[in-house]
């Protein structure tokens, strides 16, 4: 098919320019929309996460303390025969308390005490 200038017209159908740039004004209104819920989620795995690595802990202790009554905990090495992966850090970036302290439990940095279970052996 000819147009009136003379050249021929491409028969196949495109996005005009104006098309494309709604489809990405949508894209990044979705985005901007679940960015926020992705990082709460991403946080509470987090949270749940370093609970676990504080049960380890725990545990760890209680088992050092099984096998060595009466003796103090000196360091965080005495506990690496009771953690197969080595000792936990927190996936927050918080740091362990009271890790060679038998007498309390194990605290994280991280923990800023809002929702139970996160950062701590709680219940969530």
């Not at 004004?25 to 992705?38: D, F, N, Q, S, W």
């Not at 991403?42 to 380890?56: P, T």
Request: with cysteine; aromatic share 8%; proline share 6%.
């Amino acid at each position: 098919m000819l147009t009136h200038e003379g050249r021929e017209r491409n028969s196949t159908r495109a996005f005009t320019l104006l098309e494309l740039i709604a489809a990405m004004a949508v894209a990044g209104v979705l985005t901007a929309l679940a960015v926020p819920g992705y990082q709460r989620i991403m946080a509470n795995n987090h949270g749940v996460r370093c609970g676990a690595n504080i049960i380890l802990i725990e545990n760890a202790k209680n088992a050092w303390v099984a096998d060595n009554p009466g003796v103090a905990l000196s360091s965080t090495n005495n506990l690496l025969p009771y953690l197969p992966y080595g000792f936990p850090s927190c996936p927050a970036g918080g740091t362990y308390g009271n890790v060679t302290d038998l007498y309390s439990h194990v605290t994280c940095s991280a923990d800023n005490g809002v929702i139970d279970g996160l950062h701590d052996y709680g219940k969530p």
